[in-house]
């Protein structure tokens, strides 16, 4: 019994050794540069999570007893979360189906500039919101989507590594998305490289005054607990599954390997889209150059640490986006730089890449998999 809590634990050692491990090397070089080890890490921990010693202060701390929560605090991180657990899904989810998605980047930027487009319909006064803001979330989701169902057809059909592909479309999305901002959706009052503002209609409004935490957050859970359905308790997901375990045996299971490799990375695009839209609609309210960042890549960190699983690579999320906004209010109370997170997430990406790869779960057999009574076809 206890043999087998330890081999069920044992997926959650090594992410938090690796964790632990970036947490301590990145402690010994500040301490080896004269810095305040303790002073910068409870400034990191405070810009995390918003909990921070002395009375509240103001209407967006609670007081817990000696303690306080700052709000506003906690909730840029959780803003910091949500395209780093979009685009972590999106990697996690094509690497169930055997596909190494690097191309999140160019899809978050192609459904971002497609949202800044549906959301300037209707002109200033924009068409209703229930029917506005759906819309423009979609057009994300449908743009990245499709730019990640290119190089699901290269692959299935002419065997163009995926890596490649995704690499290649990475460059061309940044630029053909540069070409239309800066020439025939560029904003004409602006000689910056931007779209016109979106209409109001358009716009996620925060949840907490001032902050960049909108309703996108509670939609990134929402998306990761149907991913983790879909994956694991659907016929589709069964497919996923089976792909990546092995392209030739799911063929000759009946599968059709092809469709289910266009269809995996359509949908992991159209989560790298959903990003982009939150982006352009809770925090920018139009495309502006970089507003993409670098979570695209991000969430490759996010899937490595996390593995394949829907609750890890959310907690995984958790803590690269509470490291990286904790990160940045410690810059700005102590002379930290924020680039010791950099250091951490890459400790800790090449720490968890001692595993060598990523480990997907035995796939069952059919008869032992939950899944409709409908046949697979």
């Known amino acids: 019994m206890i043999g087998s809590r330890i081999a069920a634990s044992s997926g959650w050692v090594r992410p938090l050794a690796s964790i632990l491990v970036g947490l301590l090397v990145a402690a010994l070089l500040m301490m080896l540069s004269g810095y305040d080890v303790r002073g910068a890490y409870g400034a990191l921990w405070s810009g995390a999570t918003g909990l921070a010693s002395g009375a509240a202060r103001g209407s967006n701390q609670v007081g817990l007893g000696s303690l306080h929560l700052n709000l506003y605090q906690l909730a840029q991180s959780l803003a910091r979360v949500t395209p780093l657990l979009l685009t972590g899904l999106s990697i996690a989810l094509a690497l169930r189906a055997g596909l190494f998605n690097i191309g999140a980047q160019g899809q978050m930027m192609v459904g971002a500039l497609a949202a800044a487009?549906?959301?300037?319909?209707?002109?200033?006064?924009?068409?209703?919101?229930?029917?506005?803001?759906?819309?423009?979330?979609?057009?994300?989701?449908?743009?990245?989507?499709?730019?990640?169902?290119?190089?699901?057809?290269?692959?299935?059909?002419?065997?163009?590594?995926?890596?490649?592909?995704?690499?290649?479309?990475?460059?061309?999305?940044f630029n053909l998305v540069t070409y239309l901002v800066t020439h025939n959706l560029k904003d004409a009052s602006s000689s910056s490289t931007q779209s016109p503002l979106i209409a109001p209609s358009a716009i996620l409004p925060p949840l907490?005054?001032?902050?960049?935490?909108?309703?996108?957050?509670?939609?990134?859970?929402?998306?990761?607990?149907?991913?983790?359905?879909?994956?694991?308790?659907?016929?589709?997901?069964?497919?996923?599954?089976?792909?990546?375990?092995?392209?030739?045996?799911?063929?000759?299971?009946?599968?059709?390997?092809?469709?289910?490799?266009?269809?995996?990375?359509?949908?992991?695009?159209?989560?790298?889209?959903?990003?982009?839209?939150?982006?352009?609609?809770?925090?920018?309210?139009?495309?502006?150059?970089?507003?993409?960042?670098?979570?695209?890549?991000?969430?490759?960190?996010?899937?490595?640490?996390?593995?394949?699983?829907?609750?890890?690579?959310?907690?995984?999320?958790?803590?690269?986006?509470?490291?990286?906004?904790?990160?940045?209010?410690?810059?700005?109370?102590?002379?930290?730089?924020?680039?010791?997170?950099?250091?951490?997430?890459?400790?800790?990406?090449?720490?968890?890449?001692?595993?060598?790869?990523?480990?997907?779960?035995?796939?069952?057999?059919?008869?032992?998999?939950?899944?409709?009574s409908t046949p697979i076809s």
């Open 117 to 173: 487009t549906v959301g300037l319909l209707g002109g200033s006064g924009g068409l209703p919101p229930l029917l506005h803001l759906p819309l423009t979330l979609l057009a994300g989701a449908l743009a990245g989507g499709l730019w990640g169902a290119l190089p699901g057809l290269l692959k299935a059909y002419r065997g163009v590594h995926v890596v490649i592909a995704t690499i290649m479309l990475n460059y061309l999305a």
């Open 208 to 372: 907490i005054a001032g902050s960049n935490l909108t309703l996108g957050f509670p939609l990134a859970l929402l998306l990761a607990a149907l991913i983790s359905f879909l994956v694991r308790r659907t016929a589709p997901g069964y497919q996923i599954r089976a792909v990546g375990q092995g392209a030739d045996a799911a063929r000759a299971a009946g599968i059709p390997v092809e469709r289910v490799m266009v269809m995996t990375m359509f949908l992991s695009g159209a989560l790298a889209g959903i990003a982009g839209s939150i982006e352009v609609m809770g925090i920018h309210h139009r495309y502006v150059d970089g507003v993409a960042g670098s979570y695209g890549f991000d969430g490759i960190a996010v899937a490595l640490l996390g593995g394949t699983g829907g609750v890890a690579v959310t907690l995984s999320a958790f803590f690269f986006g509470f490291l990286a906004n904790g990160a940045d209010y410690m810059e700005s109370l102590t002379s930290v730089n924020n680039s010791i997170a950099v250091i951490v997430q890459a400790l800790v990406i090449l720490f968890v890449g001692i595993r060598a790869t990523v480990k997907l779960p035995q796939l069952p057999s059919r008869a032992k998999v939950s899944s409709p």
